[in-house]
């Protein structure tokens, strides 16, 4: 049931609706006044078979079947991401995962483009913050051949020089495009705000210092360091046999030499920090909006009581930002906060976007929101609905084998235990009240909390002060720098940047 | 004004497509290809066309209710209407709260949302199978009763005002879709794009809203399509018992839509807008969806731009390096849209250059046929997309409802289509884009940074 039923109702008694002098009205009249049907037996559901094996090389091989369509798809993951990039280098995993199709020692980037595009399947590559990725998709009778495509670009790639030219001309002139677009500029000044100068502050894509800097010999020394099948996982799913799928990824795979990886740096992640950072673009019509903070890693206990608390903060069957900014204020047409919980630490950010004009009205709206969840303890009926959506959801999950694969790969990839996959119903409802005051107490800042905003500053700025954020640091977009302190070009780069 | 002609003459150029495919009764190559997709069709009294696909192989059930109204069929001054209507079908109906449609969905899990087109206005739903009863009853309490309050209209608008400054206004190139409709079309609708202007929105009021339910959310211009985990029988009876009490339209819906006139020279404008880089859109009207020559133009969007082994990736992008981003493709819809290539142009290059590269692949299209390779290519992705796109139940059912709904009632080209495009043969392609490409009816639009305009920073022309 909806959240806000006792408001919603007593708004529509004050507000009579207009008067229907038609046969709309009379259908109206007509129509039963009734209450939602009941629902039908429920179907049992459970999470669906799949395999997992190790090739004697560590490859890590999960297999999903799914025989309705003919088509099979692959995806390996490498554990290392933008946050392996080396200091000064940002961009260095972005920037090799780019190349990773641009040919191999024997195969052009053309020829790779031809076979793929010809057999009519796709391949794709990139790099997250801990991971990079090739996805390979194909017709059922181009199994074979997506395995060996896929085994060259992932395990040969040339990193030519003219390739490498190419690549960083398309990264350095999309970033240009991205510095003016408000939402991307938004989303990395908040992370570098809230990671500070932790490797998961740092752009994935870097910057034109940063990318300009890459060498060839840095791109062979991330693939050479990283790219190895004990670093490794490899997903299956399709219209395939574990044993074809099997035999398969051994003769692509099985030959793929083990190496010694070096580990993580792991580093603390900074503490909140209370700081505002207006970035000004002076004909904007709307104001980017980011409110976050430090929060914790994918595998931390609390994970799942912390993600069910910022459901009700901003996510779906919750959503108290959404609830407030649009439905009540009509400020906004989205609000949302998400956790974003990797291997090392994770954050919590809130965004939405709204009219220069109510730009501070909604900032205020947002950061007592963090305050509220904090202060006090979530009535049961709205723990019950986010509980409800995120376990009722869970059939809507495992429609397709790519997603029943992605959630194997993600249980993996994060050394999660297996089980959890089965039990995800009865942990989501086993989350009590107490546990969400427990964590919005233990975890929430909302006295410390990050605030970015981009817009046209000069309209709200002064009411932003006398909001009580009087320690504004504003930076023209034109000045914009990620890697410096005071996210001004022509500062001293700081530490790991 | 020219007006559309009967809607039969497409359906009848539609029925020519499939008929020729089964007269020259080609084989279709030996390729993977989807299996078929089965369907029940049924019609209630009331004129509501329902469509039931059953897959039990997740414990889901998807709901896709398209309205057959979209920007195109808004009035004079009120452009954006459709859209800013579809979100007044979440403000409550006679047994349902404001904003509660959502709310009871998301709380037994289930996902929800709606979209608008040109064309259509589509409500859907995916949730456990056993919420089917729930999911039609929500759907027909606001067929039949949406409530209207001058309180929610008012607020709603100001929500679809930030979505178009979300969209169009605040992003770098946002405005580029608006630009090429507002220069393309003379008098069809298709001038202004889905989202409206700000002062359309502004006028609308709260007797249009009431207006256009009446006229267009009625059971004889709607398709409901359920796929997923039930049974049909079942499901035709729950149907049956919550949509079958939605009254009749009162009177039969007319529209009235202006044909636009052919573009008989080229027409070429400059625009300065907030851009990083310059861009260049060079554009050819086309046909409809579902004409005979529709099927080669998506082969010729494929040729073009398909993969990175495409021609205008591989040249534009690739070898010459003269675009950041280069695309070419048909917007091929209810009505004749447009085909065109479009660019985003890397420093240092100039835009001329940029458009002449544009403009010399459509001209080869013309020019010369397409290779037997890439024909091939081009069939291998299309089964790719065939069988992508039949994974989830909301696919499927898109699929059945598009085949419905822009196909005036021709379920059977949800897989005919399959065929049409095996047996597309090279000279096909080529006749399309001589009817299609001449370089005498062509639109090309440059859109400049604004610091680069000629004289202080004005605004070009058309603005």
Redesign the interface.
Known sequence: ?????TA??A??AA????S?P???AQ??AE???????????????AFPPYEIKTLPNGLRVVVVQQH????ISLRLLVRAGAAADPKGKAGLATLASALLDQGTKTRS??QI??A???????LGTGAGTDLSFLNV?V???SFEQALTLLSDVARNPAFAPEELD?QR??IL??L??S?????YVADAVIDRLVFGFHPYGRPGSGTPDTVASITREDLLTFHQTYFAPNNAILAVVGDTTPEEALAGVTKAFGDWAKKDIPPPTSLQPPDPTRRVIVVDRP????T?IRVGQIAIQRNHPDYLALNVAIKILGG??GNRLQGVL??D??????AAADMNAYKQTGAIVADT???TETTIEALRVMVDEFFRLQRDRVVDGELA?AQ?????????T???S?AIALQVLNALFYELDLKELETYRERVNGVTPDDIQRVARAYLKPGRLSVVLVGNASAFVKQLKEAGFDEIELVRLADLDLTTVDFRKGAKPAAGG | MPKIPPVFSRSAALAIALVWVGLTGQVVDA?????KLEYKHVTLPNGLNVILHEDH????VHLQLWYHVGSKDEKAGRTGFAHLFEHMMFQ?S??V????HN??I??????SNAYTTEDATVFWE?????????IL??EA?RM??L?????SF??????????R??KI????YGRLPELVAEHAFMVHPYKHVVMGSMADLEAAS?EDV?EF??TYYVPENAVLVLAG?FDTTDAVALVEKYFG?V?KA?KPLKRDIPVEPKQEKERRLTVYE????PAVVVAHHITFDGHPDSYPLHIASKVLS?????RIY?KL??ED?IA?AAFGGGNIIENPNLFFATA?V??GQSPEKVEKALAAELDRLRLEPITE?EL??T??????DY??G????QDKASALAHAMVLHQGQLSTADGEFDIFMNTKVSDVQRVARTYFTPDTRLVLTILPKGSAPSGGAAGPGL
Not at chain 1, 34 to 45: G, L, Y
Not at chain 1, 68 to 71: G, R
Not at chain 2, 31 to 35: L, M, N
Request: charged share 25%.
């Open positions: 049931m909806t959240l806000r039923t919603v109702a708004m529509l507000c009579p609706f207009i229907t038609s046969a709309f259908a109206a129509w039963p006044s009734e209450r939602p049907p009941r629902p039908q037996p429920a179907r049992r559901v309705e369509q003919p088509v980037a053309s483009a031809d793929i595009d010809y057999i009519g399947g796709g998709i017709m059922k009778d190419r001309s398309q002139n999309g240009k495009v510095y003016e677009d408000p939402e004909d904007a019509v709307q980017e779906e069957g649009r439905s204020r009509g400020l906004t047409y989205g976007d709204t009219r609905s409800a959506y995120l376990a009722g959801n869970f059939p809507l495992i429609e397709t790519d | 390729r993977v290809r989807p299996p192989s997740t414990p889901i409550g006679k047994n709260g404001r904003e509660q709310s009871l998301a709380s037994v899990g289930g996902e995916t949730l456990p199978s056993n919420y089917l009863p729930l009853w929500l309490d039949a009763t409530k209207l309050d001058q309180e008012s607020r709603e608008r100001n929500v679809v005002k930030e979505e400054r979300q206004e605040n992003p770098p709260i009431r339910h009446q985990d009490r009254p009162a907030n851009v990083p880089l398909d993969g990175q082994s495409s591989r992008v690739y390096q950041l985003i890397q420093p390779h091939e290519r069939k291998n992705q299309f089964a790719r069988i992508l039949r994974q989830t139940v």
